[in-house]
């Protein structure tokens, strides 16, 4: 789908992987994307340009009065290269900028979104092919208008780089995603991420996510007193029960346990008993 919208009363939050570039309109409610390197909030008529091939935590909070609603276009690498074989545009040099931008409010912008408004509430099922790309054609001419530096961020078709497999996996490791999408975004074949993941960390990557993560979940109950039900869908674990019998097995306790071993040692330093 090119356009859609979102709309719910209930809060929400989920990991997203973006695929490609995505244009964000905040209609109503707030949005807010927290990733390694940003943390991201917008609230009514506030827009975001999302970078492609990035991991995040999404959450939608309808706010007291009114629903969640966005209004998402998807830039997908193939209708921007057929801009750039029609236009003639290209990017003059290597982006260094955010992964995500907010985009200032522009009165064409806004009149560009409100024509989009009724195909995205019908999840594009009444615009044609044809209509599809001149609608996104004309929103990605106005992106340019405002913010000329754009065309960097946008026309860069090179595949992601080799990047740094250890400092990547130091921030991302909570993100619940296959082990294939971590190799997608470090620049590697499953493979070769495989290879690399054992030279850099000695161990398999599965392995070493638990791993992590079980351990993270400790510092987070003995440090910093987290309950067990608020830390582990952070920490990349589908269930509650799930991440208790793992951290039984590693640790030889359930996590409630620990909790309620570090809340008595509190009491009692506190000189409160």
């Given amino acids: 789908m090119i356009f859609y919208a979102y709309l719910s009363a209930e809060r929400k939050?989920?990991?997203c992987f973006w695929n490609h570039h995505a244009l964000v309109l905040q209609v109503s409610g707030k949005f807010t994307l927290e990733?390694?390197?940003?943390?991201?909030?917008?609230?009514?008529?506030?827009?975001?340009?999302?970078?492609?091939?990035?991991?995040?935590?999404?959450?939608?909070?309808?706010?007291?009065?009114?629903n969640y609603e966005t209004i998402v276009i998807s830039l997908q690498e193939d209708l921007l290269r057929k801009i750039v074989l029609e236009e003639k545009l290209e990017a003059d040099r290597k982006y260094t900028g955010p992964p995500n931008i907010l985009i200032p409010s522009n009165e064409?912008?806004?009149?560009?979104?409100?024509?989009?408004?009724?195909?995205?509430?019908s999840s594009g099922a009444t615009?044609?092919?044809?209509?599809?790309?001149?609608?996104?054609?004309?929103?990605?001419?106005?992106?340019l208008l405002a913010l000329p530096g754009l065309r960097n961020f946008l026309f860069d078709f090179s595949e992601p780089y080799k990047i740094n497999l250890e400092k990547f996996m130091l921030s991302n490791f909570h993100f619940n995603v296959p082990v294939e999408k971590f190799a997608q975004l470090?620049?590697?074949?499953?493979a070769g991420f495989k290879r690399d993941f054992s030279k850099t960390f000695g161990s398999p990557p599965r392995y070493w996510l638990q791993d992590k993560r079980l351990n993270e979940a400790k510092h987070l109950i003995e440090t910093k007193h987290q309950k067990p039900s608020a830390i582990y869908l952070e920490l990349g674990?589908?269930?509650?029960?799930?991440?208790s019998h793992s951290?039984?097995?590693?640790?030889?306790?359930?996590?409630?346990?620990?909790?309620?071993?570090?809340?008595?040692?509190d009491h009692y330093g506190n000189g409160k008993i």
Avoid at 36 to 49: A, D, F, K, P, Y
Avoid at 54 to 63: A, E, N, R
Avoid at 186 to 190: A, D, E, F, M, Y
């Fill in 35 to 66: 990733t390694s390197v940003q943390n991201i909030s917008m609230t009514r008529g506030e827009m975001l340009l999302i970078g492609k091939n990035q991991l995040g935590t999404l959450t939608k909070t309808p706010l007291s009065g009114e």
């Fill in 13 to 15: 939050e989920k990991v």
């Fill in 186 to 190: 470090t620049g590697r074949s499953l």
């Fill in 247 to 265: 951290f039984r097995k590693k640790f030889g306790k359930a996590p409630t346990e620990v909790t309620h071993i570090f809340s008595h040692s």
């Fill in 237 to 243: 674990f589908e269930s509650l029960s799930h991440f």
């Fill in 108 to 121: 064409f912008l806004q009149g560009y979104f409100q024509s989009i408004v009724p195909y995205a509430r």
């Fill in 127 to 143: 615009m044609t092919d044809e209509m599809g790309i001149l609608k996104v054609k004309e929103g990605v001419k106005l992106l």
